[in-house]
């Protein structure tokens, strides 16, 4: 029977296969960890005398609750926050207690679990990966099972490198034809996510096909499979191909010489085969979609961002009625009314879904020689400390600088709003992060999601403002 | 809660919560996320619907409400627990006194956390949902009963509805099994491991 890319890593995966007592037993090739997800979990294993089964399948990294604020004149990134303070020193002491591998806050390799994995080569095709993270599912963008699990799974991974999953459904999320100009992979998955629903994805695995797919860069890849979580889906995937393997190629911890090619040979039997069927299927239009924007309090309340919000009024759901008006009376919008022109406080450039090199080149071009509007706050906040590096290797920081942005410290930052980087209660702020969750990004804070683009015409007229009409040819 | 504690049945008081895709962020705030601990979360539960920016608690909110202390059984609106992975979601609701949740779906990680922690997720059709959910508002003293060997949840007029639970969270919550020894005592593992090349090895630059 043609299996799918989802089965194939799932069969090759199994210890034991699930029964009608059991789940599966499923084995986990790399485990990434962070410090807050983590602490519970590594509890767990001193009070039971465990070891951790595999730290060399096991990677840390500090990311959460680090600030983004300036170095001291030691090159320290200091930390003032006692909480953030007494869990880093704990994930230290933990890691080291259990010989894990650590990229410390402010060393050359540290940042967002989900930025440095495949940047270091240690996310590869056909791997299975967790973290207690949601946003695992990014690194399904290689072709890997990846996926987010809670601090008891943590404390199993660790413990046994194995987890108990009942097998997914698999849906087929088909997107063709051609992007527009000033049309990014953000745009696909907030629309993929409007069209299905925060839920329409539950019990299921994304894989991404089609032309438009294809089409995309790696970074561009994560950033679509990073949202499968938005749309409910655990996990998100895309085959592997020249794309992934060019990506792959060199990075610390890719396969080597002969390895390599026996790797990729692996690699390119991934694929879906023809005739496999899928539990469900949806398909998207690439050549008719427009930049996206959020304007409620789920990442599933999208339009096209030349469109009106919806009126509940409209709905015939009551439950539907009564969550749409929460969220406009959460976000100070009326019915109807188009986003074109909002006034807006802040602009985050950020987080797992869209702080890679490629997103602040693409930031950068379309900045440069303009400035961030008086009344704009705009943060820029790169993904990892190498991403940062590589930035100011082609004077990105100077750009963003001379535009009156902020050029900060990697880390997770305003995404998650739990290391000081906020929005005030009121404030309305367009970010490229994936949640825009009543207080997501600050206690009353007011988020619009969008892509890199949006967000930066937006900073420079201080109104949401459509990318395509500051894009140019050159900005490609 | 331990992940070995047992659960058979229990009578509890409903909380109505009539709001759909109730995030991990609203059940507890990031901000809440920087402990070592689980213990302690209860207070952190909902605390930006349960308290204003003064810390007064809203007096619109449930769980700040006379007639509900003491309720056990959430009744919420579909598709409970999206957003984040965060544990801390279930130990937070636990922590506040809840024993279950009863909403149409679960997002897939907050009702796997929820089952490893003793809180359980009871899924009923919208009928059911709607009609606990007017029970609840029209009298605060509803109980229902919640059985789980025979996976049914008993409204105050002996209708009994029964609700899905995997067989192997329903055989560790009802034994007080543990998942982890579970996994330590399977044999399958080494022979896995013995077969399949390892794919990264973190450590080499160590």
């Known amino acids: 029977m043609p299996q799918t890319l989802f089965s194939k890593v799932w069969n090759s995966h199994l210890v034991r296969p699930q029964t009608s007592d059991t789940p599966a037993v499923l084995y986990i090739d790399l485990h990434l960890v962070h410090e807050v997800t983590s602490p519970q979990a590594f509890t767990l294993l001193r009070e039971r005398g465990l070891k951790v089964r595999h730290p060399d399948r096991t990677m840390a990294t500090m990311d959460h609750s680090t600030?983004?604020?300036?170095?001291?004149?030691?090159?320290i990134i200091p930390v003032t926050d006692v909480l953030a303070i007494k869990q880093l020193d704990q994930f230290t002491k933990n890691c080291n207690d259990f010989g894990i591998p650590l990229y410390e806050l402010g060393t050359e390799n540290q940042g967002i679990v989900h930025v440095i994995g495949p940047e270091q080569g240690l996310t590869q095709p056909g791997m299975t990966i967790v973290c207690g993270d949601s946003h695992t599912s990014t690194h399904g963008a290689f072709g890997a099972l990846a996926f987010g699990i809670g601090t008891s799974e943590v404390g199993?991974?660790?413990?046994?490198?194995?987890?108990?999953?009942?097998?997914?459904?698999?849906?087929?999320v088909k997107v063709d034809g051609r992007l527009s100009a000033g049309v990014t992979a953000k745009d696909i998955i907030l629309a993929i996510i409007a069209q299905i629903g925060v839920g329409g994805g539950t019990g299921y695995v994304f894989e991404y096909m089609g032309e438009a797919i294809r089409a995309l860069s790696m970074e561009a890849r994560m950033t679509v499979c990073n949202m499968s979580i938005e749309g409910g889906a655990r996990a998100g995937m895309i085959a592997?191909?020249?794309?992934?393997?060019?990506?792959?190629?060199?990075?610390?911890?890719a396969p080597k010489g002969a390895t390599w090619d026996e790797a990729v040979a692996q690699w390119r039997t991934l694929p879906t085969e023809d005739g496999a069927v899928f539990d469900h299927d949806i398909t998207l239009d690439a050549n008719t979609l427009t930049p996206m924007i959020t304007y409620g309090t789920n990442p599933g309340m999208g339009i096209p961002i030349n469109g009106r919000v919806p009126d509940p009024d409209r709905l015939s759901n009551v439950d539907e009625r009564v969550a749409m008006d929460k969220a406009l009376t959460y976000m100070g919008l009326q019915p109807n009314q188009s986003l074109l022109g909002q006034k807006i406080d802040v602009v985050f450039l950020g987080s797992c879904t869209n702080s890679r090199i490629s997103d602040l080149r693409e930031a950068a071009r379309m900045i440069q020689g303009h400035k961030v509007s008086d009344s704009v706050r705009m943060m820029v906040v790169p993904g990892s400390q190498q991403v940062k590096a590589q930035a100011e290797r082609e004077g990105l920081h100077e750009i963003f600088r001379a535009a009156g942005a902020e050029w900060?410290?990697?880390?997770?930052?305003?995404?998650?709003?739990?290391?000081?980087?906020?929005?005030e209660?009121?404030?309305?702020?367009?970010?490229?992060s994936n949640r825009n969750f009543e207080g997501r990004q600050g206690k009353g804070g007011r988020t619009f999601l969008a892509s890199p683009l949006t967000a930066v015409a937006t900073a420079l007229s201080g109104v949401v403002t459509d990318p395509r009409e500051l894009y140019t040819p050159e900005m490609a | 809660?331990?992940?070995?504690?047992?659960?058979?049945?229990f009578t509890g008081r409903l909380a109505p919560l009539p709001i759909n895709d109730i995030d991990t962020d609203q059940i507890i705030p990031a901000r809440y996320l920087k402990t070592t601990d689980k213990e302690g979360l209860g207070k952190a539960a909902f605390f930006d619907w349960r308290y204003d920016a003064k810390g007064e608690p809203k007096p619109e909110f449930v769980l700040n409400q006379a007639q509900y202390q003491g309720a056990s059984v959430m009744v919420a609106g579909t598709n409970f627990g999206c957003g984040s992975s965060r544990e801390h979601a279930p130990w937070a609701l636990i922590g506040a006194g809840l024993q279950a949740v009863v909403s149409t779906y679960f997002a897939d990680i907050f009702r796997s956390n929820a089952l490893k922690n003793g809180l359980l997720?009871?899924?009923v059709d919208q009928e059911t949902q709607h009609q606990l959910m007017s029970l609840a508002q029209e009298d605060p003293t509803t109980q229902v009963t919640i059985d789980l060997a025979s996976q049914t949840l008993t409204l105050p007029d002996g209708r009994a509805v029964t609700f899905p639970i995997d067989p192997f969270s329903k055989h560790c919550l009802l034994n007080g099994v543990d998942q982890l020894g579970f996994l330590l005592a399977l044999e399958e593992t080494q022979a896995y491991e013995a077969s399949h090349p390892q794919r990264v090895e973190t450590t080499q630059f160590a």
Do not use: W
């Open chain 1, 156 to 172: 199993h991974v660790l413990a046994t490198q194995t987890l108990l999953q009942y097998e997914p459904k698999t849906m087929a």
């Open chain 1, 240 to 253: 592997p191909d020249e794309t992934t393997f060019q990506y792959v190629a060199g990075r610390p911890y």
């Open chain 1, 425 to 432: 209660p009121g404030q309305y702020a367009v970010s490229t």
């Open chain 1, 408 to 423: 900060r410290e990697a880390g997770c930052s305003m995404c998650i709003a739990m290391n000081g980087d906020q929005l």
């Open chain 1, 67 to 75: 600030p983004t604020t300036p170095r001291n004149a030691q090159g």
């Open chain 2, 121 to 123: 997720p009871i899924i």
């Open chain 2, 1 to 9: 809660m331990s992940e070995n504690a047992k659960i058979t049945t």
